[in-house]
């Protein structure tokens, strides 16, 4: 099922392991493991960047010689690693560093991209200080294309000024790392293949990780876990069960003229042809276009729906010429335990990608800056060593408190407009009305609650209750939708 996906998003199987952790053993006997020094500033010179090896997901043997640390009591900042380099562990990895805090960021792939539509709010520009080059394309027109080929031009409400920033991942992450390394973090292309838990609350965390043929070990204080859907520190800290989705992505060069049209347009595209579950996209790069879907009850038939959206958009991409082809695992959820003792997440890794919209390039990035500044606070206030009840204040419930009925909202959205051919259709044409179009860029654009008009939402409950019921769709989730508020809170994006 999964053979398609490239190496990036697999860990290595244990025949992959055999010829290099033989290496690295012959590497071991005559270097030990690497252990840090408790007196390393943070301010020191950046090692240069490693090349990325394969090696096996067992954990390696035991190394008797790795320092025990604790950062109670000593003279020393306290030290954090941050496991993957996306948005979320960079920003993470920025928010430490520029606190003082000794920050390893730990990337297997530096180098590489993730499948992605690259859709960013407005507000992250500013807020995350984005450099307006790293913008492929200023997107000011949004098409809905419902199964029907019934169209919502998705943009006739946008302000002067306003648009949907498009960029490709690995120009953002490369950004977000590289300042990270300016602030002082060091960072570490390695696989991470285990993370041991302490056995008391002033015991280090020990990381496993290799890197060219090598093993070692890295002794911290405390670790964010911001390493995807099939997150390694999750595991470790039996985060619990969640559901994954998978998105799949083709990147396709067109002819000039097509290309022209595509220069500030977007596309979505709904029906059961190109997702049982989600939607499929055609969005603008700065040279081709990314054309992808994605689903979670339907792995096995990712192929056939990516096949469905290439067929839907038909002509419009007739010619282009496939540069690459990329794959991924997308969480659908929040995971059950995001904290445990002095380990967090964040990112995928903690389940913050949205229904109905799949966006999760905001969320990564702020959920990973929230941690880092939490740590920081935490650790400024004198008592040295984190814990887990203040991560779960300083951290966790207000992340929660800030985000979580979005979550919630958005999954009952997608639950009600998602799961047929009819709701799909119900869901475009509510997509068509001026007012739903700018509630909800107010909502995506600036991530705050969109100021509302009374009599507008009274309209507009109703005109989503009678779309609703002209699809078929009634009963309990038409129920469930309107106890949410759905004439005040309708969004998707």
Same mark, same amino acid.
């Given at each position: 099922?999964?053979?398609?996906?490239?190496?990036?998003?697999?860990?290595?199987?244990?025949?992959?392991?055999?010829?290099?952790?033989?290496?690295?053993?012959?590497?071991?006997?005559?270097?030990?493991?690497?252990?840090?020094?408790?007196?390393?500033?943070?301010?020191?010179?950046?090692?240069?960047?490693?090349?990325?090896?394969?090696?096996?997901?067992?954990?390696?043997?035991?190394?008797?010689?790795?320092?025990? *640390?604790?950062?109670?009591?000593?003279?020393?900042?306290?030290?954090?690693?941050?496991?993957?380099? %996306?948005?979320?562990?960079?920003?993470?990895?920025?928010?430490?560093?520029?606190?003082?805090?000794?920050?390893?960021?730990?990337?297997?792939?530096?180098?590489?991209? #993730?499948?992605?539509? %690259?859709?960013?709010?407005?507000?992250?520009?500013?807020?995350?200080?984005?450099?307006?080059?790293?913008?492929?394309?200023?997107?000011?027109?949004?098409?809905?294309?419902?199964?029907?080929?019934?169209?919502?031009?998705? %943009?006739?409400?946008?302000?002067?000024?306003?648009?949907?920033?498009?960029?490709?991942?690995?120009?953002?992450?490369?950004?977000?790392?590289?300042?990270?390394?300016?602030?002082?973090?060091?960072?570490?292309?390695?696989?991470?293949?285990?993370?041991?838990?302490?056995?008391?609350?002033?015991?280090?965390?020990?990381?496993?990780?290799?890197?060219?043929?090598?093993?070692?070990?890295?002794?911290?204080?405390?670790?964010?876990?911001?390493?995807?859907?099939?997150?390694?520190? &999750?595991?470790?800290?039996?985060?619990?069960?969640?559901?994954?989705?998978?998105?799949?992505?083709?990147?396709?060069?067109?002819?000039?003229? #097509?290309?022209?049209?595509?220069?500030?347009?977007?596309?979505?595209?709904?029906?059961?042809?190109?997702?049982?579950?989600?939607?499929?996209?055609?969005?603008?790069?700065?040279?081709?276009?990314?054309?992808?879907?994605?689903?979670?009850?339907?792995?096995?038939?990712?192929?056939?729906?990516?096949?469905?959206?290439?067929?839907?958009?038909? $002509?419009?991409?007739?010619?282009?010429?496939?540069?690459?082809?990329?794959?991924?695992?997308?969480?659908?959820?929040?995971?059950?335990?995001?904290?445990?003792?002095?380990?967090?997440?964040?990112?995928? &890794?903690?389940?913050?990608?949205?229904?109905?919209?799949?966006?999760?390039?905001?969320?990564?990035?702020?959920?990973?800056?929230?941690?880092?500044?939490? *740590?920081?606070?935490?650790?400024?206030?004198?008592?040295?060593?984190?814990?887990?009840?203040?991560?779960?204040?300083?951290?966790?419930?207000?992340?929660?408190?800030?985000?979580?009925?979005?979550?919630?909202?958005?999954?009952?959205?997608?639950?009600?407009?998602?799961?047929?051919?009819?709701?799909?259709?119900?869901?475009?044409?509510?997509?068509?009305?001026?007012?739903?179009?700018?509630?909800?860029?107010?909502?995506?654009?600036?991530?705050?609650?969109?100021?509302?008009?009374?009599?507008?939402?009274?309209?507009?409950?109703?005109?989503?209750?009678?779309?609703?019921?002209?699809?078929?769709?009634? $009963?309990?989730?038409?129920?469930?939708?309107?106890?949410? $508020?759905?004439?005040?809170?309708?969004?998707?994006?």
């Amino acid at each position: 099922m999964l053979g398609f996906f490239n190496t990036r998003t697999i860990w290595p199987s244990t025949q992959q392991i055999a010829k290099i952790e033989q290496a690295g053993k012959m590497s071991m006997a005559a270097t030990p493991y690497h252990h840090l020094s408790s007196t390393f500033s943070t301010c020191g010179a950046i090692p240069p960047p490693l090349k990325k090896i394969i090696i096996s997901s067992q954990k390696p043997s035991r190394d008797t010689s790795v320092q025990v *640390i604790s950062a109670r009591g000593e003279s020393r900042p306290l030290r954090a690693a941050v496991v993957g380099g %996306g948005p979320a562990g960079a920003s993470a990895a920025e928010a430490l560093a520029s606190g003082g805090v000794e920050t390893y960021l730990l990337e297997r792939s530096p180098g590489g991209s #993730k499948p992605c539509g %690259g859709a960013i709010p407005l507000c992250m520009l500013e807020e995350f200080s984005i450099p307006g080059e790293l913008i492929d394309r200023r997107v000011t027109q949004m098409r809905i294309i419902s199964p029907s080929n019934l169209h919502a031009n998705f %943009g006739q409400s946008l302000r002067p000024g306003e648009h949907i920033p498009m960029l490709r991942r690995e120009i953002l992450d490369s950004f977000l790392r590289r300042r990270a390394e300016s602030c002082g973090a060091r960072l570490v292309s390695g696989l991470v293949t285990s993370l041991e838990i302490p056995s008391s609350p002033s015991d280090p965390y020990l990381i496993r990780y290799a890197t060219e043929g090598a093993f070692h070990t890295l002794a911290v204080d405390v670790v964010i876990g911001a390493d995807g859907a099939n997150s390694r520190v &999750a595991k470790a800290i039996d985060a619990g069960p969640y559901a994954q989705a998978i998105a799949f992505q083709e990147r396709i060069r067109l002819p000039p003229g #097509k290309m022209d049209m595509y220069a500030d347009l977007a596309e979505m595209y709904v029906g059961g042809d190109v997702s049982p579950d989600f939607y499929g996209w055609v969005f603008p790069k700065c040279d081709h276009v990314a054309v992808g879907t994605g689903t979670t009850v339907a792995r096995p038939d990712i192929k056939k729906y990516q096949a469905g959206i290439r067929a839907r958009a038909g $002509g419009k991409i007739a010619g282009g010429v496939v540069i690459r082809v990329e794959a991924h695992p997308i969480p659908e959820h929040p995971r059950p335990r995001r904290v445990r003792g002095r380990v967090a997440l964040v990112g995928d &890794a903690a389940g913050y990608v949205t229904k109905c919209s799949g966006e999760g390039i905001y969320f990564a990035a702020k959920s990973g800056r929230m941690c880092g500044e939490a *740590i920081v606070n935490i650790w400024m206030r004198g008592k040295g060593m984190v814990t887990e009840e203040e991560l779960k204040t300083e951290y966790l419930r207000k992340w929660d408190g800030e985000y979580m009925s979005t979550f919630r909202f958005l999954d009952l959205l997608q639950r009600v407009f998602y799961g047929s051919n009819a709701g799909r259709e119900a869901l475009v044409e509510l997509c068509g009305d001026e007012y739903v179009q700018r509630m909800t860029f107010d909502s995506y654009f600036y991530k705050r609650l969109a100021a509302s008009n009374p009599l507008k939402d009274v309209g507009l409950l109703w005109k989503t209750i009678t779309s609703l019921t002209k699809a078929g769709i009634v $009963g309990r989730e038409v129920g469930r939708l309107m106890e949410t $508020g759905a004439g005040r809170n309708l969004v998707i994006g």
